[in-house]
């Protein structure tokens, strides 16, 4: 009697292999998250940046024996990483900041990133026999631009003065589209061996165009899907898809991704009063969520990265690491060589235009100098390069070395440098700008009753009662005098009160909101009074 053949029942191998290797993914950065949830706390209490804490973090796991860490794939980090980052960077700044101050922006996003990328190509060319020029350049494009998250995460945590705050957070938020255009064009031109200075020009600014209406036309779209859709949970759902969306977009247009998400951010952080309290609590816990758990990822994979690109470089590790360090000195003593003297005279332009609040001094400039650790768009853009490309994994480990040595260096220093210069703002004056602003909404809501009442849609006494529990309200906040105890509220008055404590409210944050366009004005004092005004909003009365 034969022998029945034998029929293997499953999947092929292949596709158990991918299966592996997607859960082996899914396991990372699950593991990546819980460590990310566990060490910001820590990073808080010792006052550290979380991102250099996770960096130490996956250093130490990387170089536990007998432990493989799988890779993630390169090029879907900038897609996954960079927008969520972006946006919630963004979201804490303004238009009125980036047009305050364009000019140093601008010399520090544009120019420098431009001139340390040559610098970064000529040395490492000298020092690398046989490495092209072109794609020397494409390292130094790579490792140009401060981390945008690393810039924002020490501006916040160290109270720095507002212009300066405003100057690193734009630096980080724009210099991404120039290092990024820059490197993609050193890269194809190495690959097609010549390169065409005018044909990089026309990229960048082509990107840069397209990267602004992409954002522009995606923030129009989403104001209006926002007008249709509930305002909780599809429409904090939408505002979380958009970011994704608009550097997708603008990537398939051959546009700067990194702009589409600034642009989308500015554009919809202008229009946050016409949002509910409980969406815009909602949408700010959410994002503040999202930045803290995608930071520590990305930095932490920084660090477990760094073995596997060390043991597949081909030269000795002592020379990877000299050359290594001789690169890493050469992007902060470029960044200082440029800070100073333009700094100095960007700050006699502005004194000669108009008189400014905080000058910028030599400390200031020293922390602008050293506030200058590199992330996650170095870690993307090399780990992007081609098979086949020049001196790969040379590179590969050359840029890995500036992203930890400038993280832990100068993530770690920093503060120390901070408080050692007295470069930080006064809380009080801070304080005073919050009571300033609250008195603005107060007025504005009462104006709002006043109109009402006015009208006479609703009952006198029930207004003045409004106007009373208001005045409570305020006081509470510190901005009135206490109205005393005027009587309990009759329950068939009580929905009423509610709606014109609404429209009070609703006045006072369009008048808070306006602020954020005035010049001078400082959009995280505008968000801690807008949430303030939301917590009241989402109370009964």
Request: charged share 20%.
């Amino acid at each position: 009697m034969g022998e029945y053949p034998r029929v293997r029942v499953g999947k092929p191998h292949g596709a158990d292999r991918k299966k592996e290797v997607i859960v082996a993914g899914l396991t990372l950065l699950l593991l990546l998250a819980a460590a990310t949830v566990l060490l910001a706390p820590l990073a808080e209490r010792i006052s550290v940046p979380h991102p250099v804490v996770m960096l130490m973090f996956g250093l130490a796991i990387a170089f536990v024996p007998g432990l493989s860490v799988s890779s993630l794939n390169p090029e879907l980090i900038l897609p996954l990483v960079l927008p969520p980052l972006l946006f919630a960077a963004a979201r804490r700044t303004s238009w009125r900041q980036f047009l305050d101050n364009r000019r140093a922006i601008a010399l520090l996003a544009v120019a420098l990133v431009g001139i340390t990328a040559f610098v970064v190509g000529f040395v490492l060319q000298a020092v690398v026999p046989g490495l092209p020029l072109v794609a020397a350049v494409a390292l130094g494009a790579a490792v140009a631009p401060p981390d945008p998250v690393a810039a924002t995460a020490v501006a916040h945590k160290l109270h720095l003065p507002r212009r300066l705050r405003t100057i690193l957070e734009g630096e980080g938020l724009s210099n991404d589209a120039t290092s990024l255009v820059l490197y993609e064009v050193a890269v194809a031109s190495t690959m097609a061996g010549a390169f065409a200075p005018a044909h990089a020009g026309a990229t960048l600014a082509g990107a840069i165009a397209i990267g602004v209406a992409v954002g522009l036309a995606i923030a129009v779209a989403t104001r209006w899907l926002l007008g249709k859709l509930p305002a909780h949970p599809a429409g904090s759902a939408l505002v979380l898809v958009m970011p994704f969306a608009a550097y997708i977009a603008a990537d398939a247009a051959h546009g700067s991704g990194v702009l589409a998400v600034v642009t989308i951010a500015l554009a919809l952080s202008r229009y946050s009063d016409h949002e509910s309290a409980q969406t815009r609590l909602v949408t700010v816990t959410t994002w503040e969520i999202v930045e803290l758990l995608v930071t520590g990822a990305a930095f932490a994979f920084v660090g477990l990265e760094l073995r596997a690109v060390a043991e597949q470089a081909s030269d000795s590790i002592g020379t990877l690491i000299a050359q290594a360090l001789l690169i890493t000195a050469v992007v902060v003593v470029v960044r200082f060589a440029w800070i100073f003297p333009v700094s100095a005279l960007d700050e006699k332009l502005l004194r000669r235009k108009r008189g400014i609040a905080e000058p910028v001094g030599w400390r200031e400039m020293t922390v602008a100098s050293w506030a200058g650790m590199r992330g996650v768009v170095t870690l993307a853009a090399v780990l992007a390069l081609p098979p086949g490309f020049p001196e790969r994994e040379r590179l590969i480990f050359i840029a890995f070395f500036v992203i930890i040595a400038t993280m832990l260096g100068q993530g770690l220093t920093l503060p120390l440098l901070v408080r050692a210069l007295g470069v930080t703002s006064s809380e009080e004056d801070q304080e005073a700008e919050e009571r300033n602003l609250l008195r603005a909404g107060r007025a504005a809501g009462f104006e709002r009753l006043g109109e009402i009442r006015e009208r006479g849609d609703v009952s006198v006494q029930i207004v003045d009662e409004a106007r009373e529990n208001a005045d409570r309200m305020w006081h509470s906040l510190g901005v009135s005098e206490d109205a005393g105890d005027r009587g309990s509220v009759h329950a068939h008055d009580a929905g009423t009160l509610n709606a014109l404590k609404k429209e009070m409210l609703e006045a006072a944050r369009d008048a808070v909101v306006e602020h954020r366009s005035a010049s001078g004005s400082d959009p995280l004092v505008v968000d801690a009074v807008l949430r303030r005004l939301d917590a009241r909003g989402s109370t009964d009365s």
